[in-house]
């Protein structure tokens, strides 16, 4: 049976034309893709067939916020049994953000969500729009994997552990602690041994708060200040500490650990993650990392920061209460993270 996919359509460079202040969304973009996957299939089979549709606003994508990932959750949920799989088409700059959130939001699936974009328009005559949306299309149409994904340049990685390394490169996204899904070159060399398995969802629709998880970066001197600031207000439920190496904060700042003990016995979950991309949080290998067990702070293990960050949001607007956010974010809910 020929297959059908959904293509929904959000904004980001692989729609944009340029303007006077550089590439912005355009609303042409339907007519340009038709043709041009009109082009590409030649009256053939190859390609499956799909709808295309769009959000209210398209954007550049460092615009988005958690109402822009549940706008896409909705979409694709109404539309869920219509399509055999669906590819969103995103800007590259927080796409590994909105990955990382619809996984959570939709929780477990039955279906391939690929999210994909480009870093060269398609309106461009030398560009990367068409073969990441190409192979976006037959990897959803085609594949086994019930799971959300982001594809780029060849590789197929895990929605929520992918994250933007490059800016100005093709092959702008990497898996920094999971292996990639599937390598596409003249084979697809797909790893079905690490996909999810098949679940009927049961979806739900959720209410985010763009206030409720800060992030604070430590640095050398570091004033408590900065972490005072970012809990200036009643509506943050959870704050991301982003720490040295292996989750090792700077413990002999009195005031800075005070104020952090003070955050966790008000109810906020404070998170420890790594600066260092590769490798994750082991809290306790160092007496400075130690110093955040004594106060109740949790390690967010090798969680990306948009996985962790967008974690939080989803178990926060799901309802759990601080001490089950605290179990739940060093687990694994949709492959995430390492088991410790
Ligand atoms: N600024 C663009 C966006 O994220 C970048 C891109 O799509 O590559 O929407």
């Known amino acids: 049976m020929t297959k059908r996919i959904l293509i929904l359509h959000t904004g980001g460079t692989i729609s944009m034309v340029e303007s006077k202040s550089g590439y912005v969304p355009s609303h042409n973009f339907p007519a340009r893709l038709h043709e041009q996957l009109e082009n590409q299939n030649l009256g053939g089979t190859e390609l499956p067939l799909y709808n295309l549709l769009e959000t209210e606003h398209l954007i550049d994508s460092s615009n988005s916020t958690p109402k822009d990932w549940v706008a896409i959750a909705d979409l694709l949920q109404e539309h869920w049994h219509k399509f055999d799989g669906f590819v969103v ?12 959130a619809l996984s959570f939001i939709l929780g477990p699936i039955d279906k391939p969500v690929i999210l994909t974009g480009s870093q060269i328009p398609l309106a461009k005559v030398r560009n990367d729009a068409l073969s990441n949306l190409v ?3 037959m990897l959803a149409a085609n594949y086994a994997v ?4 982001l594809y780029f340049n060849g590789k197929l990685l895990r929605g929520n552990r992918s994250t933007k390394l490059k800016s100005m490169q093709l092959d702008a996204f990497h898996s920094p602690n999971f292996p990639d899904i599937a390598k596409v070159g003249i084979d697809v060399d797909m790893r079905q041994d690490l996909v999810l398995k098949p679940t009927k969802p049961n979806f739900a629709h959720y209410t985010f708060d763009g206030n409720a998880v800060m992030i604070a970066p430590m640095y050398p001197g570091v004033p408590s200040r900065v972490v005072d600031a970012l809990l200036d207000s009643n ?14 904060p700077p413990d002999a700042n009195k005031a800075l650990m005070d104020r ?19 490798g994750g949080v082991f809290q306790g290998s160092y007496a400075t990392g130690d110093s955040l067990n004594q106060i ?5 293990v090798d969680l990306t920061l948009e996985a962790a960050f967008t974690k939080l949001h989803y178990l926060l607007a799901a309802g759990y209460s601080s001490a089950d956010i605290k179990q739940l974010m060093p687990t694994a809910l949709r492959g995430e993270c390492r088991h410790d």
């Not at 019930?146 to 994904?149: D, F, K, N, S, T």
């Not at 952090?260 to 590769?278: E, P, R, T």
Request: glycine letters at 10%; one cysteine or more.
């Open 135 to 137: 192979i976006s299309m």
């Open 235 to 248: 509506k943050v439920q959870a704050l991301i500490l982003q720490t040295y190496g292996v989750g090792n």
């Open 89 to 100: 088409l995103h800007g590259t700059d927080t796409m590994a953000y909105t990955a990382s």
């Open 260 to 278: 952090l003990a003070k955050a966790n016995q008000d109810g906020i979950v404070v998170v420890n993650l790594s600066q260092c991309l590769i």
């Open 146 to 149: 019930p799971e959300v994904c």
């Open 296 to 300: 109740g702070i949790v390690s967010g």
